[in-house]
């Protein structure tokens, strides 16, 4: 299994990479888009993105690429996110001028960010990828805000750890491939609808889940491009598509809703036990 | 009537105040944060923020900020947004290395961005800030996406206009201030909800409107912070919250959801008419 993931390595994305499969191979890429095209032009086996964090909330480009693409999601991961402060060994707090990471990662560190004076702060493309520059561009008046695998992976030291405003900081990854799975451990479902623009349209939509016990777990709206104030809906509903009243569930929905498109059918994420 | 804004002089949200009130004062501030502070602390009278943008969807910050403040919503504003490459004058497609601006501009402009090869695309703060360093740092090597009047204030050239990726790009801004409209001539009200951890929640609680004919506009989910997968909801309603209808839906509301709170009840959007 070869499982692609967005950033350097060290990234949190290639350490989710592994708590899905331990054994796999993880392979870096520059962009979101580029982990999709190389699942589909079979370079790697799998993929895997960030689809939200408790702080920060949806990464919607995710959404958007699982919707333009046709890999199905096979499994979700839940990481739990912290957050150093890394710099150069040597650097200390007093110097640093600088602090980059992906914005993401900055807004979830906004409040130890506020307390440094005189300090800017910049958006960049990538956790890791920040650590990656301080190093080699041997940046003394900066530091990054990124995981302590990166710290090591670039030889940076850690500055301060746990930077990050809460300790409940997860972030859930959702794995694609090319196949769906067909053994059929599946307990969760994601969907993309949209729904006419007319009073009441959503509480109908919702009705088809609610009428069969059908639990939903996330809901996400999102405009549509080139359609102003009108939304497409992602929901995570908790049961299998293979379900019968899933199926059924779906088939209603699809009387009504102009779009209606399974993204994937898959086992929720459990904790691994300890000592696993 | 001032206006607080986030950004530099010439930034889309300035543009924004002088369209709610083209004889108000704009006034620059650095951050979302100092907007709310500003009109709270009576520097200002009125503060207006981005909220939701037709392509890049909503800016979840400004939604944080309004609940951790106590000033209610007042107005809002739809904006067409029209992105422009500008640059030094004398630059041309050719020399430019470096695209900066702010994240959700890229993301706006990101099939133009992909087309340009070769060119490193940065996040910035701000996309008239963007404007403002390439102008006085003298960067012959780099751009900005920015608006037509960035260019003016900051005596760039624009390089190439409407560089956004769709064209129905509009994006609507929430003015604040400190007291509530009092003359009843609103027809939208903002609300915040949590609703109880259990199957149905959402649906019974999008009921209490439905069942009263009161028609719901953007619906928002966000985790909340130190709670993992738990969603706090904002929601728009079409009517006032003095109508009798909503003021009874939203007690009902509040028999089973832990948290609700009204945010704003304001007159919704209407485009100015040709020649006013």
């Known amino acids: 299994m070869r499982i692609a993931f967005q950033g350097a390595p060290g990234a949190y994305s290639e350490a989710a990479g592994l708590r899905f499969k331990p054994s796999a191979e993880p392979m870096a890429c520059k962009s979101f888009e580029e982990v999709f095209s190389v699942v589909q032009d079979k370079k790697a086996t799998h993929g895997i993105v960030p ?4 702080i920060g909330g949806t990464i919607r480009r995710n959404y958007d690429l699982l919707l333009r693409h046709e890999l199905p999601i096979v499994g979700e991961v839940h990481l739990p996110v912290i957050h150093n402060l890394v710099a150069l060994e ?7 001028k600088r602090v ?11 409040r130890f960010l506020l307390g440094l004076e005189g ?8 956790t890791a990828g920040s650590a990656k520059m301080i190093s080699e561009s041997n940046l003394r008046d900066a530091a990054a805000i990124a995981s302590e695998r990166s710290a090591e992976v670039f030889d940076l030291a850690i500055l301060k750890s746990a930077v990050q405003d809460f300790s409940e900081n997860i972030t ?14 599946a307990d969760k479902t994601t969907i993309a609808f949209t729904v006419p623009n ?20 996330k809901l996400e709206s999102r405009p549509i491009p080139a359609r102003p104030w009108e939304y497409l809906f992602f929901a995570d509903l908790k049961t ?5 009243r899933c199926a059924r569930a779906l ?3 699809a009387e009504f809703a102009p779009l209606v498109r399974t993204l994937g059918s898959y086992p929720s994420w459990k904790e691994p036990e300890l000592g696993e």
Chains 1, 2 share one sequence.
């Open 172 to 185: 859930r990854f959702l794995v694609v491939s090319r196949e769906a799975l067909t053994q059929g451990k």
């Open 240 to 244: 299998d598509r293979e379900d019968s």
């Open 119 to 126: 300090v800017e702060v910049i958006a960049n493309y990538d």
């Open 51 to 54: 689809i939200e964090n408790t």
């Open 251 to 253: 088939m209603h929905l």
């Open 90 to 96: 040597g650097t200390t707090l007093k110097d640093v």
């Open 198 to 217: 007319e009073p009441g349209a959503l509480f109908k939509a919702l009705s088809v889940f609610t009428l069969r016990n059908i639990d939903l777990g």
């Open 100 to 110: 980059y990471s992906h914005p993401q990662a900055l807004a979830q560190c906004e």
